[in-house]
C-alpha cells in the first residue's frame, strides 16, 4: 500500500477513491497511518463481513489462527461494477499502482 | 605449527544469516520482493564461501582449522536455506482462491465501515462525486 501513497495524486487525478480493507480495528489502522503516513482511508472489518462478501477470507491465517483478509483489489467504476480485480497467488506479490492505472485506461466493461 | 583462521566459514555463514534478515529490508521494493532474488543471491554466496571453507578444512587439516565447527556451520546454513526456500515457494503460496469473488462486471458487494478514525464509511459514500474506488483487501497490522 506504500506503493499506492507514493502515487496517491494519480488516482486523486482520475477521480478514484483510494481505501484499504483489513480486519485490523480502527485504533490499529489509525496508528499505522500515522506511522506510514498514510492519507487514504483504512477501514476495519474486524468481523470479517464484508471480507466474507468478497469471498477473500483466508481462515486461521491471522495472529492465534484468527480469520484475516487475503490481499486482493478490487477497481469499481461509479455504479460499484468491477472493472478489473487482481487475485495473487502469492502472499508476498500485490497488486503495482501501475497495473491499476493501466485497467483504468482501459475501456470500462459496463461500456461508461 | 598453530593453524589458519579458516575465514571463509565464518564470512559465509554471516552472509547466509544476512540473506535471511535481510528479507524485511528488501521486501521494501517491488523488484526485490515480488521474487527475493536479492535474498537467495546472498544465500548462494554464503553456501559458496562455506564450501570453499570446508575444502580448505578437509583438504588441508594441517594448515586449516574448522573440520568440525565448519561442517555443523554448513548443516545449519543448509538447514536455514532448505527453510527460506518452504517459505518462500511453498508458504506464501497458501493463498484461498476466492472462486466467489466479485468477477469483472459484476456489481461489488455493498458495505459500511469504521475508518480509522471510528467514522463509517459506506462504498456509497466512496461512489458518489468520483469515478470509482480501489478496494485493497490487506491482512492487517493486528
Partial sequence: ?112 | MKRKWNWPIWIGFVVVVAGLFSYEFFAQFPITRDFPWANFLLLGIGIALLIIGLFRAFGRPQVYRGKIFGSIFAAIAVLLVAFFSYVIFYVLHQVPASAGAPHVGQKAPDFFLLDQNGKPVGLGDLLSNSNGALLIFYRGFW
Avoid: C
Wanted: no cysteine.
Fill in chain 1, 1 to 112: 500500500m506504500r506503493s499506492f501513497q507514493h502515487r496517491l495524486s494519480e488516482f486523486d487525478a482520475r477521480g478514484i477513491r483510494v481505501v484499504g480493507i483489513s480486519v485490523d480495528p480502527p485504533e490499529v489502522s489509525r496508528r499505522q497511518s500515522q506511522r506510514l503516513g498514510y492519507t487514504f482511508p483504512l477501514l476495519s472489518d474486524p468481523e470479517t463481513k464484508v471480507i466474507r462478501r468478497y469471498d477473500v477470507l483466508h481462515p486461521g491465517a491471522g495472529p492465534k489462527g484468527a480469520d484475516i483478509a487475503r490481499p486482493a483489489e478490487f477497481l469499481l467504476d461509479s455504479n460499484s461494477v468491477v472493472r478489473w480485480v487482481n487475485l495473487t497467488d502469492n502472499i508476498a506479490v500485490r497488486a503495482r499502482p501501475a497495473q491499476v492505472l493501466e485497467a483504468l485506461n482501459q475501456p470500462s466493461p459496463a461500456g461508461q
